[in-house]
């Protein structure tokens, strides 16, 4: 089950759903989305206009699809909760630091009911789960294993807001790399961790113990979450 499934079966539980987007890139995902209200955000919008333009056929819900070319930092700042969403996606830079502010950023600007999706929450492999400043120095690491696919150290930012926030139910649904799903509520099966613990985990950390760490589940449960929402 791929992302954009995923996150399209949550939106269809709302009512006039409004959709955010945090690292757009090509495009991929956020034009097959349908809701309402779109917003993508990207530091660097990677698709031509008649991409663009294409997709407003294919998908009429892009008509007024609204476009942040900034930061996500940057982003939350103007908005500063004037805007509200159902579904947030989190797909921008894969690292620890910046995804951890873009869920707490996202929790401002979360409807009641909402829900925070994260990609690359389970690399596949140590060169994957490459802790880099972008996907271009992931890449020149020259890891082996390399394949191409960079996720980062997503994957502590879900094991962090496990064991420090007590008011957040969150899971990672074991396919397409990783999809954490965040929202308000209980937690189940909290982590006991510290900050410092947790910056010094390695990958052979997390694939020794991933189902506990991630609290991972299997894509099927998904269908039980959504009858929660």
Not at 9 to 18: Q, V
Not at 215 to 220: G, V
Request: a positive charge; one cysteine or more.
């Amino acid at each position: 089950m791929k992302r954009t499934e995923v996150i399209q079966r949550i939106l269809d539980k709302k009512k006039a759903p409004a959709y955010l987007e945090i690292g757009m890139g090509t495009g991929k995902n956020f034009f097959k989305i349908k809701a309402r209200q779109k917003a993508a955000v990207d530091p660097h919008f990677k698709f031509p206009a008649k991409r663009k333009l294409a997709w407003l056929f294919r998908n009429p819900w892009n008509l007024f699809a609204k476009y942040y070319e900034m930061t996500s930092d940057d982003f939350f700042a103007q908005i500063k909760g004037s805007f509200k969403f159902d579904v947030v996606f989190i797909d921008g830079l894969h690292s620890h630091g910046q995804t951890l502010k873009d869920v707490e950023n996202a929790l401002t600007v979360l409807k009641e009911g909402g829900v925070i999706v994260m990609h690359d929450c389970n690399p596949s492999n140590e060169a994957a789960a490459q802790p880099a400043s972008n996907y271009d120095h992931a890449a020149s690491l020259n890891l082996p294993g390399w394949t191409g696919q960079w996720s980062g150290d997503v994957w502590k930012t879900i094991c962090l807001l496990r064991s420090t926030r007590k008011d957040l139910r969150i899971f990672v649904l074991n396919c397409d790399h990783g999809l954490g799903i965040i929202t308000r509520g209980t937690p189940e099966n909290p982590l006991n961790l510290s900050k410092e613990e947790i910056e010094g985990m390695s990958y052979e950390t997390l694939s020794r113990d991933r189902e506990k760490i991630l609290n991972l589940k299997d894509e099927r449960y998904l269908f039980k979450f959504l009858d929660t929402i």
